[in-house]
């Protein structure tokens, strides 16, 4: 639509949603849908740099970061979803174990808030997208569940 189209002299560029930046050497980095970032009082966290840092727990298929609350008062949540096909560990070692590897980066030391699910919503043409806004209402649930248990 025009609303997606901005002029930038003889050349037009597209809006498609996607953030990213260019660093000082020129490499650009994506950091994910402009939608599904998570805006905190404590700043913008964009869901894959954070999700890459989380992958790399052995235990882990993947992560999916969701913001529960309004944007700008967000808190960042992040979901895992084990691989099935290591042997089941225990998820309070687990959650531990994610919360050190978050601690060592500046842009994850502020996520907190760690769920397990068995598996994600995901768009039905293909698996890989997660259905994030689904994700987000079951993390508020299940964020509000374990705040009446305690």
Known sequence: ??????????AVRHRM???GYRDAQGRVWFCGRKAHRVQTE??????VPCEAVFNTHPDVLRTALVGIGVP?????????EMDRDRPRRNRIKVKRELLDIGDRHE?????RHILFRGS???????????GRE??????TLAI???????
Do not use: S
């Not at 700008?72 to 895992?80: H, T």
């Not at 842009?107 to 996520?111: R, V």
């Not at 689904?134 to 993390?139: F, I, P, Q, S, T």
């Open 134 to 139: 689904k994700l987000a209402d079951w993390a």
């Open 1 to 10: 639509t025009k609303l997606a189209k901005i002029a930038d002299g003889t």
């Open 42 to 47: 404590h700043g913008v966290f964009y869901t």
């Open 120 to 130: 994600f919503p995901v768009d039905i043409r293909h698996n890989a997208k997660i």
């Open 144 to 150: 509000k569940e374990q705040r009446r248990d305690v």
């Open 107 to 111: 842009h994850t030391k502020l996520i």
């Open 17 to 19: 949603g996607d953030l």
């Open 72 to 80: 700008g008062k967000q808190y960042p949540v992040l979901c895992v």
